[in-house]
Each structure stands twice: as structure tokens, then as C-alpha cells.
Nanobody, 126 residues
Framework: QVQLAESGGGSVQAGGSLRLSCVVS?????????MAWFRQAPGKEREGIAS???????NYADSVKGRFTISKDDAKSILYLQMNSLKVEDTATYYC???????????????????WGQGTQVTVSS
């Protein structure tokens, strides 16, 4: 059973940075997988913002491209999201997700992922 656990959320002023981490357990490193970060603000749909393939190829939503970086440490089984130049509109609960399939060159919709973390809150103030 694949399990994911996020950490690293918090409060930061606009223009600041945060790094989220997601510890992944219960999968084989030989699996071909897609891992991703999503976020959901109150009253809004869950939005996919970044994904990463097994080979390290990354994909980004336009809303975060150039500001956020997704990466992974396979040895430690940790997925990261480095968030720079944060904006007030980045305020949301952030989730990591995984599925044993390829990302296919984009950030797949939430329905494509079967494994989710519990979420971590990010609040950006002006």
C-alpha cells in the first residue's frame, strides 16, 4: 500500500519561499510512476500544479511555471516542491499524489491518482 505524507507548509509573506516535502512509502523503486503536487483553495476545485515522471521529467501548470520546482530524491523516497516568489493567490492546502503510470507530459487530473497525502496548509500574506 502506497502512503504519502506531506510536511513543510506554513505562513509566509508575499515574495517569500517555502519547500514542501512528501515522504512516499510502500512502492517499489522499479515501478513506473507519476508523482504530482496539487492544491485546493477554499471554494475552489483541486488544481494540479506540477508532476514528475520516474525519469525526472517535470511538468508545470502555467500558474506556477518559473516560480515552483518539483523534484525528488529516490534514495530517500521524498518528493519536493520548492516554491519561490509566493503570491497571496498561492494560499491553499497542498497535496502530493502518486500513481503507478506515466504523467504523459502533463499534470494529470486528480481522478488519475489513487494515492494521496493528507495535505499541508500554505498561507501567503500581503
Amino acid at each position: 500500500q502506497v502512503q504519502l505524507a506531506e510536511s513543510g507548509g506554513g505562513s509566509v509573506q508575499a515574495g517569500g519561499s517555502l519547500r514542501l516535502s512528501c515522504v512516499v512509502s510502500g512502492y517499489s523503486s522499479s515501478d513506473y510512476y507519476c508523482m504530482a503536487w496539487f492544491r485546493q483553495a477554499p471554494g475552489k476545485e483541486r488544481e494540479g500544479i506540477a508532476s514528475i515522471e520516474s525519469d525526472g521529467t517535470a511538468n508545470y501548470a502555467d500558474s506556477v511555471k518559473g516560480r515552483f520546482t518539483i523534484s525528488k530524491d529516490d534514495a530517500k523516497s521524498i518528493l519536493y516542491l520548492q516554491m519561490n516568489s509566493l503570491k497571496v493567490e498561492d494560499t491553499a492546502t497542498y497535496y502530493c499524489a502518486a500513481e503507478i503510470r506515466g504523467c504523459l507530459g502533463w499534470v494529470p487530473p486528480p481522478s488519475d491518482f489513487g494515492y494521496w497525502g493528507q495535505g499541508t496548509q500554505v498561507t501567503v500574506s500581503s
